[in-house]
T-cell receptor
Framework: EPEVTQTPSHQVTQMGQEVILRCVPI?????FYWYRQILGQKVEFLVS????????KSEIFDDQFSVERPDGSNFTLKIRSTKLEDSAMYFC?????????????FGPGTRLTVL | RKEVEQDPGPFNVPEGATVAFNCTYS??????FFWYRQDCRKEPKLLMS???SGNEDGRFTAQLNRASQYISLLIRDSKLSDSATYLC????????????FGQGTILTVHP
């Protein structure tokens, strides 16, 4: 069964450093998402991406964040200058066109720890 | 009011029990509704979509009441493997499909 993959599984970084989280969505999917979950809190939407551009973003997704689909398979989330409060689990998700409405499939996540 | 609000839990039930979770949502324009389950430190996994007519998948039954903006999940004959956090999830009216999650309800099924 096709699945969303994410790398790395765990990233430790110093405050102020840049990090890039990588995702490979399911191959025939067209909609891509990033969510985050701070430990003990709910899953929160960050951004959606379709047709090579951001289609929606949340208040969390400020100028420190960016997304890119550099080639036909990868989807990346960059945090330019990490803060302590960016420590969270980051999930990538993808959704196809013509599949069950709005069913999103999640990757296993990247645990980001900012020291 | 929270966008998606769930029973606080936690629920601790014996194997074989029936357990029900409730959820309310605030955005009347919401169009798609789901229950996901999340195991500790893992990704959310789709359990089932929820339809106005109600739907059943084995031991799991989901109901949606659009007028009351209320969603429920019933688990019959609980198994140890049902222990997880159950997430009520709502999607808005755009095709982009941003998901809004509830806080989740922790279920522990014990022998």
């Amino acid at each position: 069964e096709p699945e969303v993959t994410q790398t790395p599984s765990h990233q430790v970084t110093q405050m102020g450093q840049e990090v890039i989280l990588r995702c490979v969505p399911i191959s025939n999917h067209l909609y891509f998402y990033w969510y985050r979950q701070i430990l003990g809190q709910k899953v929160e939407f960050l951004v959606s991406f379709y047709n090579n551009e951001i289609s929606e973003k949340s208040e969390i997704f400020d100028d420190q964040f960016s997304v890119e689909r550099p080639d036909g398979s990868n989807f990346t989330l960059k945090i330019r200058s990490t803060k302590l409060e960016d420590s969270a689990m980051y999930f990538c998700a993808s959704k196809g066109l013509g599949t069950s409405t709005d069913t999103q499939y999640f990757g296993p996540g990247t645990r980001l720890t900012v020291l | 009011r929270k966008e998606v609000e769930q029973d606080p839990g936690p629920f601790n039930v014996p194997e074989g029990a029936t357990v029900a979770f409730n959820c309310t949502y605030s955005n009347s324009a919401s169009q798609s509704f789901f229950w996901y389950r999340q195991d500790c430190r893992k990704e959310p996994k789709l359990l089932m979509s929820v339809y106005s007519s109600g739907n059943e998948d084995g031991r799991f039954t989901a109901q949606l009441n659009r007028a009351s903006q209320y969603i429920s999940l019933l688990i019959r004959d609980s198994k140890l493997s049902d222990s997880a956090t159950y997430l009520c999830v709502v999607a808005g009216g755009t095709s982009y499909g941003k998901l809004t999650f509830g806080q989740g309800t922790i279920l522990t099924v014990h022998p």
